[in-house]
T-cell receptor, first 111, second 115 residues
């Protein structure tokens, strides 16, 4: 089983749609959770950290479910510019700085 | 802003060559990482370093070595390049903070082709 698993997609949605991605992780000792965004042929960039209580940044909402070991990302009112690959990232158990990346979920927002 | 700079965007090397990929960060981060990214496989950790002269193997270290003689610089070495090392190589750095939210900052990537 992979340490971090994501649905590769692609998710193909119209502008204005709400879309949600889930990501599961295998190590119950993990403490740090992030969503990164990666545009085609570019480096990954931090989208948001995921806090235990859940957090929101504009149109983006991240949730953590420790009991079921998954994190989610909700994007409301999708824009064309949201088209990218979204990477789920989890630290490796008791090592706070070693980050494990999922393979990514591709999002395509169409006009 | 954190800046992580990789020495080359594109490289073409021949099978058997020794290849050096250089990475420099300017934010005094303790931790530095080398990943490779391949379609369908995501980012896989090759090596990481949590201090000068310290290194640890990641998930796929075979065929690679690293060097960290100065805090700001982390080099990835392909001892004898092979075609299966054709990939996108990404360097990253992060702080060792007191909390857990030590996100990694990435360089722009080096697309290496071994022919």
């Amino acid at each position: 089983r992979k340490e971090v698993e994501q649905d590769p997609g692609p998710f193909n949605v119209p502008e204005g749609a709400t879309v949600a991605f889930n990501c599961t992780y295998s190590n119950s000792a993990s403490q740090s959770f992030f969503w990164y965004r990666q545009d085609c042929r570019k480096e990954p960039k931090l989208l948001m950290s995921v806090y235990s209580s859940g957090n929101e940044d504009g149109r983006f909402t991240a949730q953590l479910n420790r009991a079921s070991q998954y994190i989610s990302l909700l994007i409301r009112d999708s824009k064309l510019s949201d088209s990218a690959t979204y990477l789920c990232v989890v630290n490796q158990g008791d090592s706070s700085y070693k980050l494990i990346f999922g393979s990514g979920t591709r999002l395509l927002v169409r006009p | 802003d954190v800046k992580v700079t990789q020495s080359s965007r594109y490289l073409v090397k021949r099978t058997g060559e020794k290849v050096f990929l250089e990475c420099v960060q300017d934010m005094d981060h303790e931790n530095m990482f080398w990943y490779r990214q391949d379609p369908g496989l995501g980012l896989r950790l090759i090596y990481f370093s949590y201090d000068v002269k310290m290194k640890e193997k990641g998930d796929i270290p075979e065929g690679y070595s690293v060097s960290r003689e100065k805090k700001e610089r982390f080099s990835l070495i392909l001892e004898s390049a092979s075609t299966n090392q054709t990939s996108m190589y990404l360097c990253a750095s992060s702080l060792t903070g007191t909390g857990f939210y030590t996100e990694a900052f990435f360089g722009q990537g080096t697309r290496l082709t071994v022919v």
